[in-house]
């Protein structure tokens, strides 16, 4: 099946630091990536989506300057958090369309787990 | 905007049946997806309706009316490794054209001996 992988899987930072997350489809070409933000006993929220070579699409609410979403290849979609502080601490899961697939679906990476102190 | 609805919780035995069910809000709707995830992990793909009726996979189902707005998923022969958190969630179209998925409040499920 697809496989959707991210790095790092956890991360701890200073406030006021910036961090990447990686999030990369290994054996199918993803024209679409999403990223989800999801708190503790908390449901997933769509942060945004990603178009490969083109920008990002953010959902009402998300600040587009503070998380930077790169989607420079079919296999490939960065998020970086800028200026991280405590309250962005949560689980980013990024997600990746297989449009070969038989439902079109979505796989999901292993998620990120961002701590900022 | 979209809004989906499910119970928080539900609890069962082992070997049992459970049904959850998910009612949802939404403009652009193109089907109903469910998906499994454990705690500290991943949301897996469980089924996808996009027309009304049942889709059966193994040991779950899934069931979709969008006269209704509605949808279940049904978990037969419960199993220990079942207990997790279930989520349904709404495929949509923007504007651009592209899908994107939405999800429901998700549904802690305990599966006990």
């Known amino acids: 099946g697809a496989v959707v992988s991210q790095h790092p899987s956890r991360v701890i930072c200073k406030s006021g630091t910036s961090v990447k997350i990686e999030c990369r489809s290994l054996?199918?070409?993803?024209?679409?990536m999403f990223w989800y933000r999801q708190f503790p006993k908390q449901s997933l929220m769509l942060m945004a989506t990603s178009n490969e070579g083109s920008k990002a699409t953010y959902e009402q609410g998300v600040e587009k300057d503070k998380f930077l979403i790169n989607h420079a290849s079919l296999t490939l979609s960065t998020l970086t958090v800028t200026s991280a502080h405590p309250e962005d601490s949560s689980f980013y899961i990024c997600s990746a369309r297989d449009r070969a697939g038989a439902y079109n679906e979505q796989f999901f990476g292993p998620g990120t787990r961002l701590t900022v102190l | 905007g979209q809004s989906l609805e499910q119970p928080s919780e539900v609890t069962a035995v082992e070997g049992a049946i459970v049904q959850i069910n998910c009612t949802y809000q939404t403009s652009g709707f193109y089907g109903l997806s469910w998906y499994q995830q454990h705690d500290g992990g991943a949301p897996t793909f469980l089924s996808y309706n996009a027309l009304d009726g049942l889709e059966e996979t193994g040991r779950f189902s899934s069931f979709l009316s969008r006269s209704d707005s509605y949808g279940y998923l049904l978990l037969q022969e419960l199993q220990m490794k079942d207990s997790a958190s279930y989520f349904c969630a709404v495929r949509v179209i923007m504007n651009t054209g592209f899908q994107k998925l939405v999800f429901g409040t998700g549904t802690r499920l305990l599966v006990s001996p």
């Open positions: 054996d199918f070409q993803a024209t679409t």
